[in-house]
């Protein structure tokens, strides 16, 4: 049998077509995934959450978030339930019509040391000749448990407030960064510049060895201690989670692109591993696991063996990637208590994406809080 | 070795061109006997069809959705073709999410017919590109098994609703996370004849 000019052409064509596919293969788990996926529920908070912070109210461990409002949650409330509204003293952006001017302030971010809670608001102004509605001011302010109170003015787009978030309220310390420097905050007042710190901080770790704050340009820092924790100042000679010789030491974390870094000691970082991921912008530390939240690809997962991240990532224990995978930025997380683990903490994410819907595949009503309850089992619109 | 089945099939649906005989046929003579056939070796159609594609072993988590076809048969005698087809086809997930594909595959048809009805009958395989947030899958091997019933409205044209059945498995290393993707279609279609 002769083989013609078009059947070489064909079995040429075919090795070629062959052979891109062979190098060019990847195999994503994909319907596992779907079939891991579960019935959204209505989300109760909507909107981009820049911050998720612990703050004690009235001797409550409470979680509080900032959608434009602020509200709050008990922190070991483990169901998907409404949150409490806390706007005393300040009133939500709203559009008058007829007088065509924007009343309210729109939080943005909020802070919390162990006596006040602190958030960042803007106020907003028509521009008649743009046909924008662009920032007026930016606002610091204080809440005392009771109502909220202003501060002062701050450089609108340079400022940001952000705070330690430890488990243990003694070390929870709030600051706010401007286009001078860092400043700890104490109620009405900003105290002087951070040591330590630069004009790009965006971050604090609370070291728990000499009790001393680190500033890191990068959004996403984590931390396994957990509520008991306590620092070698206040007598913890042996400087573990659990305050026990022998027993899982304290980690920190910080993420630079898709690296992330992992020491013993907060002040220097030596050991960090390459992801190949997105950019990593927030974290959640558990027993078992570290959850990363990155810029456009939802939730990844890398193991935590007593401390130390594992190199590469692995798959969830849960449907986390199945609800808030690509193309959701993750801007904040939370694990309530770090010494649990990934299927038995409380965990909080809130989610975003840029584009279009229709670009990105995307859904609006995505936007918002996102919660994992052990009693529930999945990740869910909170 | 998950890989060798779509190569293979590749491979093998390509291998019939190979000994495809395209020499002139040397002189050739007029019997007188003439037999019309609306459907004669070497005729060719374009197809373009529009479905509803339905998952069949998903559980509810993949709702039903929609695709769209393109397909190119030639004739070898007067009931049995040879082409390829193109696919691009959608499924919404329970989590809001969408799953896509495009499988590609090439087929042999069989085409009963009876008086202006025409049965075609094909088996395609081939590969599929699959994705699914910003996973991907590829390749994956699509096997796509076809039936549909066609009215020849004249000799250019026919229309017609037609069936795909299709196996679209993803295998991986880890075999707990192997899957038989398995979905029906219900199409309706335009053939053009040329």
Not at chain 1, 45 to 69: K, Q
Not at chain 2, 121 to 130: H, P, V, Y
Request: aromatic share 14%.
């Amino acid at each position: 049998m002769k083989i013609n000019k078009t059947g070489k052409t064909a079995v040429l064509t075919s090795l070629l077509i062959s052979t891109a596919v062979f190098f060019t293969g990847c195999q994503d788990v994909i319907y596992a995934k779907i079939m891991n996926e579960v019935t959204l529920d209505d989300a109760t908070i909507s909107g981009s959450v820049n911050s998720i912070v612990r703050y004690t109210l009235n001797s409550t461990e409470c979680i509080f978030i900032e959608n434009g409002n602020v509200y709050y949650k008990a922190a070991l409330s483990s169901s998907h339930e409404t949150w409490n509204e806390c706007m005393s003293g300040l009133s939500s952006v709203s559009y008058d019509y007829y007088g065509k001017a924007f009343n309210g302030t729109q939080i943005i971010k909020l802070a919390a040391d162990d006596t006040y809670l602190y958030a960042l608001g803007i106020t907003y102004t028509e521009d008649e000749d743009e046909g924008d509605n662009v920032a007026e001011a930016e606002y610091l302010y204080y809440y005392d448990g009771s109502t909220w109170t202003q501060v002062q003015s701050v450089t609108a787009g340079a400022a940001t407030i952000f705070c330690t978030n430890t488990p243990n309220p003694d070390y929870r310390k709030a600051y706010l960064r401007t286009s001078s420097g860092v400043f700890l905050l104490d109620g009405s007042t900003v105290g002087s510049t951070a040591t330590n710190s630069s004009t790009s901080a965006c971050s604090a770790i609370y070291n728990y060895s000499d009790s001393i704050v680190y500033f890191f340009d990068e959004w996403a820092t984590g931390c396994n201690a957990k509520e008991s924790t306590t620092s070698s100042s206040d007598g913890n000679s042996s400087l573990t989670i659990d305050n026990t010789s022998g027993g899982t030491p304290i980690y920190y974390y910080y993420a630079s692109g898709d690296n992330l870094y992992y020491s013993t000691d907060a002040s220097s970082f030596s050991s960090s591993y390459d992801l190949d991921m997105t950019s990593i912008i927030s974290m959640a530390v558990t027993s078992n696991a570290i959850l990363l939240g990155t810029n456009g690809s939802g939730l990844y997962k890398v193991s935590n063996s007593d401390g130390i991240p594992g190199s590469s990532t692995e798959d969830f224990d849960t449907n986390a990637d199945s609800a808030l995978g690509s193309p959701y930025r993750i801007l904040a997380m939370l694990c309530v208590d770090p010494s649990q683990t990934e299927t038995g903490a409380i965990m909080y994410a809130s989610a975003d994406f840029s584009g279009t819907s229709s670009s990105t595949t995307g859904d609006y009503d995505d936007i918002g809080l996102w919660s994992y309850y052990p009693g529930r089992g999945n990740w869910n619109r909170e | 070795m998950k890989r060798i089945l779509p190569l293979l099939c590749i491979f093998l649906l390509c291998l019939p061109a190979a000994f495809a005989d395209d020499s002139d046929q040397g002189d050739t003579y007029d019997d007188g006997v003439f037999e019309y056939k609306r459907n004669s070796p070497g005729d060719q159609y374009m197809q373009i069809s529009l479905m509803a594609n339905i998952p069949l072993n998903f559980e509810g988590q993949l709702y039903t959705g929609g695709a769209a076809q393109l397909g190119y048969r030639r004739f070898l005698t007067s009931w049995m073709a040879v082409g390829g087809d193109v696919m691009v086809g959608y499924n919404p997930t329970l989590g809001s999410n969408i799953f896509n594909f495009w499988p590609l595959t090439a087929c042999v048809m069989f085409q009963p017919t009876l008086w202006r009805f025409e049965f075609p009958i094909s088996l395609g395989a081939g590969i599929a590109f699959e994705t699914y947030q910003s996973r991907k899958y590829f390749p994956g091997l699509v096997v796509k098994p076809e039936i549909g019933v066609f009215y020849r409205f004249s000799d250019s044209w026919s229309f017609g609703i037609g069936s795909d059945f299709l196996w679209m498995p993803e295998w991986y290393s880890d075999s707990k996370y192997n899957y038989d993707g398995l979905f029906m279609t219900a199409s309706i279609s335009a053939r053009y004849h040329f």
